[in-house]
């Protein structure tokens, strides 16, 4: 354990970052199985409204640099995509 007291403080930083962080994370990834689960249930509508609730969520954590932008709009190209494929 530190000593000195900013690293003190320090350390109480880093484990309450790191929960809202992996807490962050954790949501991304259902909102996306979510997506997923729809689409092999083909049910577009489903897929749809699951999507229009996770761009939202990939959009703001690639912005506080939670996860990297390429990552989210990757994820926001390949479900739409896919989703299209669907109702087609």
């Known amino acids: 354990m530190a000593n ?3 690293a003190r403080k320090r350390a109480k930083q880093a484990v309450k970052r790191n929960e809202r962080n992996t807490s962050a994370k954790s949501m991304i990834r ?3 199985k979510k997506v997923v689960l729809a ?3 083909k049910d577009a509508e489903a ?3 699951a999507l229009l609730a996770a761009e ?3 959009d703001r ?3 506080r640099g939670l996860i990297h932008r390429n990552k989210a709009a990757r994820h926001k ?3 739409s995509a896919k989703i299209k494929a669907l109702a087609a």
């Open 4 to 6: 000195i007291k900013s």
């Open 30 to 32: 259902t909102a996306v």
């Open 39 to 41: 689409i092999d249930n």
């Open 47 to 49: 897929a749809r409204a």
């Open 56 to 58: 939202p969520l990939l």
């Open 61 to 63: 954590y690639s912005s």
């Open 77 to 79: 190209s390949r479900l």
